[in-house]
């Protein structure tokens, strides 16, 4: 049969952010594939050496859209090491609050992005719906719906505002309420169980082969791999809650484990609204004002877990009022690079759009 | 510091020339060695339970005339993270692949020669081009490329017509 | 698959009857959602509170903002006539502009909303109105944890009351390093104090060579306009720290103590090098300086740094006018003002001491022997008071009486006759120096002090710098304040002075802002004293310029009439400076000497050399 070359994307509606994949197929099989990243390749990294420490706070949420807010936070986390500066308890868990917020946001996006390769829409206009009612509450917190620009290195910008927690507890109320319902619609939808069980598997050794994090190491090894544990940031050792975990990864347990963590992250907000003390929520970073603040060189890397695996930031300082170096570790980088080269051959044209979303890619993480 | 790594540093010492050494977290140590131990050292740690490499990563640094490699590798058990490094020269940057211990390096590898312009000897794909398509100028995260003089050169500025300087011009 | 499964999917359908959480497209523009408080959304500018300083503009991470004069914005001291511009095209509402704001005026709104076809429309100067023309809700604003200014000044180290008040030792310690580059990187860079500033200082520009710590750039950059940085850095009035964009909301950058700790840590030969480069030596032609006060060494550095040949001739027995018999040693030693006159000396600078021009050497005599003459004589003599009693002996003048002190302090004179109970009339820095001095003088002599300063002015009202009023107190001065001394009451059998009768005052200025002091004569006390010391006020001695001159001269309320360079108006080969022609500080008078070199450089150029 002749092999034909096809792209997915950069504009498609299975498509994660504007990446492409190039593939050669023959029929309906993938022969080979390789991800074209760059198409909205900003330079970041570059753009990182030309701002103060403080500006770049403008730039960094841009670089994971969904959820914007793991990279405020590593780069505080890193920023925060090379300075030695002790964050106030309760910036602490303010940070928690927010970061679980993001993952469930990010979780419910990508949950419910699964109707568009499937072609279940509902499962999209639902999840967007509710990701839509976080997105209030950051606007509320933060200032804006998207890029939060919340926490900063130190602690973060502002406190709570009033009111904020009931706010917060209404709505995990109403969604854990709702999840049964996702679980109805996606989960044990029988078209939807044809396409995801036992297709597009991810064993155990390609995970170490190509360093896949998340909750696609986590339903291959049935390991419980995940920062928060394993390194606990922020403050969640003191909180309780379960990593879900299995030891065969197909699509359908990627989506499940996704779809329990969601039920962890109510439980963890629930625990720190609970639990988070009063006081500063911001620390100083250095003397004088913001365009003078100098961060002692050192070079160190911080990690945190996002909704897709390990997101760290690689710092380098030489001592001055700009970083000299920040490099990005998107959690999407091993799979969606050589893991689309060397694991979506074989799959159908139409599961390449599933394998991406269940694989936890999102593309601007690796363009940064 | 962490005993874990504590242990670790010493065992590591035992085995090879450390030149440098820094502890810039509790459980992170940053470690520099000889460029022709670098294979080896990761090849050990992976032995030891250092089975991700998070990151392959290059810092510029002009004004030595070097390009330091930076592999960041985790171990799961402990959450001990590692940042192996070694610096290699810079007006001839070429290094061995390491893909062989850990696979997942091949696009690290790709991105650092784009961005850097560092050879992988080994990685038969790392000359590709990977993000910048049609790209004509320096690998441009090296510290002598200058990225607002390649804008402007390349793109034009906006010219505004509103005059704000007098009372009442608008608004 | 059981049926169940097959059915669940279908529950959703539920929905079907419930209202709808998303926003109908209609609704976005015609009826749009108002957004949460807090919102960033576009600008607005408070330009009644905005003083143009443009830090908006220095921190905007995505150059948005331009800073643009307007001409109906009058250009005042303590602020630039500039506001801001925003391109709603490259903004991209991160608030840091609102955060990093130093008068507070910028916000942002909850308006989100704004449609156009003309991509002009969105470049856009806020003002207190909003951009869409509504009524404006305001959305983030900066608080207290958001601040991005330092606004707290780093604390120096200062000498113990209970240390200082018995000796002159200097008080202020000094920044160390580490505390000056924590103050420099206070500092926004908005140049609103070099405007201020009389000789314009390059201030930001020596700030940011302390944060930088390169010090020898920071001298460098002091001698453009200051030849005494370091009498400056420890007595300046500092109105450069009035008009600091931090002083907004916050302490103001200690501009004064960077500059002191500059020259205090450079050492001399390093100095020297950068002091001794800025020399040119184009000019020809040799001038003469009365008066070496700041006017007249400040002429006199930069004159000889231009290439012409100085003299300066001082009637003193040290040179320095006011550096040297004026300011008490506690705030400045006399080897700080031996360093900056040492400098200027290497220049080739001669300076003539003991020589009173009008008595030791005439004005013609200056006049032939030199092609162009600087006077700057300041304001030597005290304004007296008459009131009944003021001619007793034991009713003391401050000048004669600091420069008494300051020869004591030196250890070239013998203790000024001081009694145990004192009343020091006026409340300006001079009346503080006086007053301060006698504490000193006091606990030296007696173990204790009791100084009483009495003044028109009340506590608001005081002109004198805060520090002088926060340390006398400290030092146990009292105050007697609001009250207009009425006359010296006099034991009638011994001559000796009992004490002063003042009424107390109950307006100082009118409603028009003028000085027009009312009392109330009935409201009377008398404060009881041995000594009395006079400190209302200055005036000039222009007895040694001859009558021909001083009759081509205009003279107005002691200020001799001069261009803008100092060239006195009716005597081309005259110029003056310093208090005798404006203000009366320090630095004003570096300011006028700089002037009046460039004056006297032009000058010289077009008029040919006598000799």
Redesign the interface.
């Known amino acids: 049969m002749k092999e034909i070359k096809l792209f997915l994307g950069p504009q498609h509606p299975g498509m994660h952010g504007n990446a492409s994949v190039h593939m050669y197929v023959e029929g309906d099989i993938i022969k080979r594939s390789y991800l074209l990243p760059g198409m909205l390749h900003r330079g970041f990294e570059k753009s990182m050496e030309r701002?103060?420490w403080?500006?770049?706070?403008?730039?960094i949420p841009r670089i994971c859209v969904p959820e914007p807010d793991t990279n405020e936070m590593v780069y505080a986390m890193n920023i925060e090491a090379l300075a030695k500066i002790k964050v106030p308890e309760r910036a602490h868990w303010i940070r928690m609050i927010i970061l679980e917020l993001a993952r469930l946001s990010a979780h419910l996006m990508a949950f419910g992005g699964i109707g568009g390769p499937t072609g279940l829409y509902?499962a999209m206009y639902?999840a967007q719906?509710d990701r839509?009612?976080i997105l209030?509450i950051f606007?509320?917190?933060?200032?804006?719906r998207v890029?939060h620009?919340y926490i900063v290195a130190g602690g973060v910008?502002?406190?709570l505002?009033k009111g904020i927690e009931n706010k917060i507890l209404d709505f995990l109320n109403d969604l854990e309420s709702r999840l049964p319902?996702y679980e109805?619609?996606v989960l044990?939808?029988?078209t939807v169980?044809a396409r995801t069980v036992d297709n597009i598997l991810l064993p155990a050794e390609v995970v170490w082969e190509l360093g896949v994090t998340g909750i696609g190491m986590r339903s291959a090894t049935g390991q419980e791999y995940d920062i928060r544990k394993v390194a606990p940031y922020a403050r969640y050792e003191k909180v309780d809650f379960k990593v879900p975990t299995a030891t065969y990864s197909d699509a359908q347990t990627r989506m499940t484990l996704k779809y329990q963590e969601m039920y962890q992250s109510i439980n963890i907000i629930k625990q720190a609204i609970d639990m988070m003390p009063g006081g500063?929520?911001?620390a100083?970073v250095?003397?004088?004002?913001?365009?003078?603040?100098?961060v002692p060189a050192g070079q160190v890397y911080s990690a945190v877990e996002a909704s897709r695996g390990e997101y760290g930031y690689y710092t380098v300082s030489d001592g001055n009022t700009m970083p000299y170096r920040v490099a990005v570790r998107g959690a999407s980088f091993p799979q969606g690079l050589l893991g689309v080269e060397k694991y979506m051959p074989g799959h159908r044209i139409d599961d390449a759009p599933l394998w991406f979303d269940t694989m936890g890619i999102c593309s601007p993480e690796i363009d940064r | 510091m962490n005993k874990d790594i504590k242990n670790l540093v010493a065992d590591i010492k035992s085995r090879f020339e450390l030149v440098g050494e820094d502890y810039p977290k509790d459980d992170q140590a940053a470690l520099d060695f000889n460029s022709r131990d670098i294979h080896s050292v990761l090849a050990y740690v992976k032995s030891q339970g250092f089975r991700q490499l998070s990151i392959l990563s290059c810092v510029d640094w002009i004004k030595d005339n070097q390009f330091q490699l930076v592999y960041i590798v985790f171990n799961w058990e402990t959450g001990i993270r590692l940042q192996v490094r070694t610096r290699i020269d810079r007006s001839n940057p070429k290094f061995t692949t390491v893909t062989s211990i850990y696979p997942g390096a091949k696009y690290y590898e790709r991105d650092v020669h784009e961005f850097f312009g560092v050879e992988f000897e080994g990685n038969p794909d790392s000359y590709k081009q990977l993000f910048l398509e049609n790209w004509d100028d320096m690998p441009p995260l090296r510290k002598d490329f200058d990225s607002k003089a390649y804008s402007d050169r390349k793109y034009p500025v906006?010219e505004?017509?509103?005059d704000?300087?007098?009372?009442g011009d608008?608004? | 698959?059981d049926k169940k499964?097959?059915l669940?999917?279908f529950?959703?359908w539920k929905y079907l009857f419930k209202k709808p959480?998303?926003v109908a497209m209609d609704d976005i523009f015609k009826n749009p959602r108002e957004?949460?408080?807090?919102?960033?959304g576009f600008h607005i500018n408070d330009w009644a509170k905005c003083i143009g300083c443009g830090?908006c503009s220095?921190?905007c991470?995505?150059n948005a903002i331009t800073m643009?004069?307007?001409?109906?914005v009058a250009d005042e001291e303590g602020s630039k006539p500039e506001?801001p511009?925003i391109?709603y095209?490259r903004c991209?509402?991160?608030?840091?502009c609102v955060?990093?704001c130093t008068s507070g005026s910028l916000s942002?709104t909850k308006e989100y909303l704004l449609n156009s076809s003309d991509p002009?429309d969105f470049?856009?100067?806020p003002?207190e109105?909003g951009?869409t023309?509504k009524p404006i809700k305001l959305?983030?604003v900066k608080?207290e944890?958001?601040d991005?200014?330092?606004l707290e000044r780093?604390h120096m180290e200062h000498v113990g009351e209970d240390e200082r008040k018995g000796s002159f030792i200097e008080i202020v310690r000094g920044f160390s390093k580490e505390q000056a580059?924590?103050e420099?990187?206070?500092?926004?860079?908005c140049e609103i104090c070099t405007k201020t500033c009389p000789a314009h200082m390059n201030i930001p520009e020596y700030i940011r060579s302390v944060?930088n710590d390169n010090l020898s750039e920071g001298v460098d950059y002091l001698y453009k306009t200051n030849p005494l940085p370091s009498v400056c850095g420890r007595i300046c009035t500092h109105k450069c720290e009035g008009a600091c964009a931090i002083s907004q909301r916050g302490d103001a950058v200690a501009i004064r103590w960077l500059k002191r700790y500059i020259v205090d840590n450079v050492p001399d030969d390093e100095y020297e090098k950068v002091v001794l480069s800025q020399v040119s030596k184009k000019g020809d032609g040799k001038v003469a300086i009365v008066g070496s006060g700041s006017a007249g060494l400040s002429a006199a550095y930069y004159l000889s740094t231009l290439g012409y040949e100085v003299d300066v001739y001082e009637r003193k027995a040290q040179a320095g006018g006011p550096m040297r018999y004026g300011a008490p040693k506690y705030r400045l030693p006399d080897d700080i003002t031996n360093r900056d006159i040492s400098f200027i000396e290497k220049l080739g600078v001669k300076i003539h001491t003991n020589t009173d021009v009008g008595k030791d050497i005439t004005m013609d005599k200056l006049k032939s022997t030199h092609d162009a003459v600087f006077i700057a004589t300041g304001y030597p003599d005290t304004r007296p008071l008459n009131i009944p009693g003021v001619d007793n002996k034991d009713v003391i003048m401050a000048m004669p009486f600091l420069a008494d002190s300051a020869d004591f302090e030196r250890g070239s004179a013998k203790m000024p006759e001081i009694k145990e109970k004192v009343v020091v009339i006026g409340s300006g820095n001079v009346a503080f120096d006086v007053a301060r001095t006698l504490v000193r003088l006091q606990n030296m002599k007696y173990g204790k002090s009791d100084v009483m300063m009495a003044a028109l002015e009340n506590r608001q009202q005081i002109p004198a710098d805060i520090e002088e009023i926060e340390e006398g107190t400290e030092e146990g001065i009292k105050f007697n304040l609001a009250c207009g001394p009425q006359k010296i009451v006099v034991d009638e059998k011994t001559g000796n002075v009992k004490g002063v009768e003042v009424c107390e005052c109950t307006q100082l200025f009118d409603e028009n802002h003028r000085f027009n002091p009312q009392f109330d004569f009935d409201a009377r006390q008398v404060l009881e004293a041995d000594q009395v010391y006079l400190a209302i006020g200055q005036m000039p001695d222009f007895t040694y310029i001859p009558d021909e001159v001083q009759s081509q001269m205009q003279i107005e309320r002691g200020k001799i009439k001069t261009n803008k360079n100092g060239q006195v108006a009716g005597v081309p080969w005259l110029f003056a400076g310093g208090d005798i022609i404006k203000g009366m500080d320090i630095i004003n008078g570096v300011a006028n000497g700089h002037d009046a070199a460039i004056g006297i450089d032009e000058y010289l150029r077009k008029n040919k050399k006598k000799s």
């Not at chain 1, 250095?286 to 100098?294: H, T």
């Not at chain 3, 957004?35 to 960033?40: A, E, G, I, V």
């Open positions: 701002r103060t403080m500006n770049n706070i403008a730039l509902t639902w719906a839509d009612r209030t606007e509320e917190i933060t200032g804006h890029y620009m910008r502002k406190d505002p319902e109805d619609l044990n939808n029988p169980r500063k929520v911001r100083k250095a003397d004088g004002s913001a365009l003078r603040w100098r | 906006r505004y017509a509103a704000f300087s007098k009372a608008k608004k | 698959m499964s097959i669940a999917p529950k959703g959480v998303t957004s949460q408080d807090n919102y960033r830090t220095e921190v991470p995505t643009v004069e307007r001409s109906d506001r511009v391109d095209g991209c509402f991160c608030a840091l955060d990093i942002l002009e470049y856009y100067m003002t109105k951009i023309g959305g983030y608080d944890t958001s991005l200014l330092d780093k580059i924590a420099a990187s206070r500092c926004v860079a944060w």
